[in-house]
Every structure is written in structure tokens, then in C-alpha cells.
């Protein structure tokens, strides 16, 4: 039987760029999966981030003009992975083509930006729409969400959401778009990392309705690579306080505490996501700083003691979204999660994705914004804002 070919294209070969293509020439480590996807183009202003990708045997259209692959009857997908201030101008051309596009976050440097996407989409229902986001694919967070949707928590008492990362530790590493507003956008840091550390709360349908933000630029200029000093104007860690309705009518409160922080001086942490919530009953929690291991909660008989609360330790082994043929006992890394993230994007564009978890939705990431912005307005005038 002959396997449908999907013909992927790149925007934007920088990081992220790279991981995706090395991701798809993986993709024969998946299991029965019902498309084999093929990366054809790849288009960059930059013509030196194009040779790369001459590494790469199918790539037969190289590009400083990302209009060429949306007229290109050999692209079907289209992954953009550009500065946020690009996001409206592109995804929205490329949605209006008819091409599926894997966005990545934030969806719009802000959410004027994110509505206008938004508009593209329902204008637009012959094009696929997700937005990139990753970590959620890793085993133990998968078992986390199982294990919360299985109602073993019990009433929630309170969640907590978290990326943390520590690259702007060192104050003496020049600027970057991702530092300066103008391209990363307003809310800085919870652009860059806030869709992490949303995508589970709000797939679980934990909607938050209130927000008090603490929001902290640590290094405001930083050098400029040419021998001067630049502002560094972003907010670099964000912790937000969140109410979250319940959805469980006979809970014996209106909404529990999530705490979601992303950060980007978070001294000792390269890039640590976690989730970690607790209920009357039971509790969860999964960090990729310890990615093999989930922990949960449960009242145990010890024997000659009692019963008594106890944090147990479970190693998850390598098996996410999509079955593949790596040994169950094996390690899961972050490029196992891009890998993940595509299989569970490609399936479900198919519409074989059969109610597993899959990447973020358009309304999921926009929603985001919504976040953000009452997380600045609470930052400057200290209140708490509805969302
Ligand atoms: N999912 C994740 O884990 C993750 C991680 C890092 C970054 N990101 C996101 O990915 C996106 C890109 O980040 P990055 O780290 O790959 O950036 P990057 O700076 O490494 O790469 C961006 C590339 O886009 C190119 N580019 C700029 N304008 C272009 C245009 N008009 N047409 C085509 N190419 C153009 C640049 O030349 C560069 O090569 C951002 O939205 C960022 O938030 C996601």
C-alpha cells in the first residue's frame, strides 16, 4: 500500500527552522502513520541560512521569497518560524493561500495581530491551522494529562505551569529580536515561552477569568554586538497569579489557583518545563529536568507504619501521541517531542488524529493574548485584571 505524500515547506531557517527538517527525517520511526511528509522548500531572506538545508535530498526549492512556495503546487504545509513582529503579514498570506500552516507561537506579536490571524482562519477553512508547541508531547506530561482527566485529583486545589529557562543569565550576551520590542513584542517573555506553559491548562478547558501579574525586566540594556549598549526593553520573567473557574459544579469553591512563571533568568535552569497540580484526592507532577519520571500522589499502607501520604515515582519510558518503534523502556528527548508535535499535526489535518492530544488550536493561542495583555495592564496598575 502506497502512503500519501504530504509536501512540507519551511519559512524561516534559522533555529527552529533546522530542528524541524532534522525532525521529519525522522519520521520513519513512526509507526502506521497515514501520511509520509516530504520537505521541499525552504525560504529565508538570509541566503546563508539556506545552504544548510542543501544537506537535505528533497529540498528542491530554495527561496529568498516566501511568496514562491505559497504558489508552489508541490507545497501543501507551510512551517513558519520567524521574528513575532512577521507572524501577522506571513501566516495570514499564507493561510489565504490555501496552504496548511504549522505556526509557531505567538501567534502575532500581540492581539490585534492575533485577531487578524484569527480572521484568516475562519475566512479560510481549506487551510489547516495549528500553532506549534512541543513539550506537551513528551511522555510523563502526556501521563500527566491522563492522569488529571482521569478525575483522580479529586477537587483541584491548585496547578502551577512553568518554563524555565536561563539563557539571559549572562548579562554580558549582546541583544537579540527576542529582547527588544519591536520585534518580540509587548509582553516579551510570555511570548516567548507563555504557549509552553499554556497549552495543557487550556486543553484541559482551564480557562482563567482573573490575572494578578509580577512582571520584571532584570537586565535593561544589554551590549549591542558592535561595541555598544542597547535597550534591552522586553520583560524577561513573568509570574502570573491566575484564577481558574471550576468546571466541577460541586466543587466547594468557584476557581482554584494557577500559577503559571516563564522565565528567562531563572538561574540554574536551561529549559525546564513543569506542571504540577494537586486535588483533594490525588496529584500530579512531571518536570523535564527529571524527564523519565512522573510523580504521583496517593495514600499508601506502609507496613508496620500506616496510612500515609506519599509522592511515588514513575518512570514514563518513550511512548507519546504516536506509537513508534524505539523500545518502551527508552528515553524521550526534546527533538522525540517536535517529532511528536508533527505526527499528531499531520494526522490530524488527515483527520486521523482519532481525539489524542494535538497541537495548539488558532482560538488556543489567541486566547493567549487575552493573557498577556491583562498581565501587562496588572503589572502597571498593580490590580487585578479580568481576562
Ligand atoms: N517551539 C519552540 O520550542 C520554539 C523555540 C524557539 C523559537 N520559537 C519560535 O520560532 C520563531 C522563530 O524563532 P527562531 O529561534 O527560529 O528564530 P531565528 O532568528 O533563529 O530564525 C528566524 C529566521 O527567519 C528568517 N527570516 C526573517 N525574515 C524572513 C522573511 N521575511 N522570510 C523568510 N525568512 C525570514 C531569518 O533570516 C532567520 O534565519 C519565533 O516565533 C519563536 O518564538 C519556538
Request: hydrophobic fraction near 40%; charged fraction near 20%; include cysteine.
Amino acid at each position: 500500500m502506497s502512503v500519501k505524500k504530504v509536501g512540507i515547506s519551511i519559512i524561516g531557517g534559522g533555529l527552529m527552522g533546522r530542528e524541524i527538517a532534522a525532525a521529519l527525517s525522522r519520521w520513519s520511526a513512526l509507526i502506521d502513520h497515514p501520511v509520509v511528509p516530504e520537505l521541499v522548500g525552504v525560504a529565508d531572506i538570509n541566503p546563508a541560512a539556506l545552504e544548510w538545508f542543501k544537506t537535505v535530498p528533497t529540498v528542491e526549492i530554495l527561496t529568498t521569497d516566501y511568496h514562491d512556495l505559497l504558489s508552489d503546487p508541490r507545497v501543501d504545509v507551510v512551517y513558519v518560524a520567524v521574528r513575532h513582529d512577521l507572524h501577522e503579514q506571513i501566516y495570514t498570506d499564507v493561510i489565504r493561500s490555501g496552504k496548511s500552516l504549522l505556526a509557531e507561537k505567538p501567534f502575532g506579536i500581540d492581539g490585534k495581530a492575533a485577531d487578524a490571524i484569527m480572521q484568516a482562519v475562519n475566512e479560510t477553512p481549506e487551510s489547516f491551522v495549528r500553532c506549534s508547541s512541543e513539550i506537551p508531547f513528551f511522555p510523563g506530561a502526556q501521563w500527566a494529562i491522563n492522569y488529571i482527566q482521569s478525575g483522580a485529583l479529586g477537587q483541584i486545589i491548585e496547578a502551577r505551569s512553568s518554563f524555565l529557562h536561563s539563557s539571559d543569565f549572562d548579562q554580558e550576551k549582546a541583544i537579540n529580536w527576542k529582547r527588544q520590542v519591536q520585534f518580540c513584542g509587548e509582553a516579551g517573555v510570555m511570548n516567548d515561552l507563555g504557549m509552553h506553559a499554556f497549552h495543557i491548562p487550556l486543553r484541559l478547558g482551564w480557562k482563567p477569568s482573573s490575572v494578578f501579574a509580577v512582571l520584571q525586566n532584570i537586565v535593561p540594556q544589554r551590549p549591542d554586538g558592535k561595541g555598544g549598549i542597547a535597550e534591552c526593553d522586553t520583560w524577561d520573567n513573568a509570574t502570573l497569579h491566575l484564577s481558574v473557574p471550576h468546571k466541577d459544579k460541586s466543587a466547594t469553591e468557584e476557581t482554584f489557583p494557577l500559577t503559571v512563571e516563564v522565565k528567562r533568568i531563572e538561574p540554574g535552569e536551561k529549559n525546564t518545563w513543569l506542571l504540577e497540580v494537586k486535588g483533594t484526592k490525588g496529584g500530579v507532577r512531571f518536570s523535564t529536568k527529571n524527564p523519565k519520571t512522573v510523580e504521583v500522589f496517593a495514600l499508601v499502607n506502609v507496613p508496620g507504619i500506616g496510612k500515609e501520604q506519599s509522592w511515588q515515582r514513575i518512570d514514563a519510558g518513550s511512548q507519546s501521541v504516536w506509537p513508534t518503534v524505539t523500545g518502551g523502556i527508552f528515553e524521550f528527548g526534546f527533538s522525540d517531542s517536535i517529532l511528536q508535535m508533527w505526527a499528531a499535526f499531520l494526522a490530524e489535518r488527515e483527520g486521523q488524529l482519532g481525539g489524542k492530544f494535538g497541537p495548539a488550536l488558532p482560538e488556543e493561542a489567541a486566547f493567549t493574548h487575552k493573557i498577556y495583555a491583562a498581565a501587562i495592564a496588572s503589572q502597571e496598575k498593580q490590580t487585578v485584571e479580568k481576562i
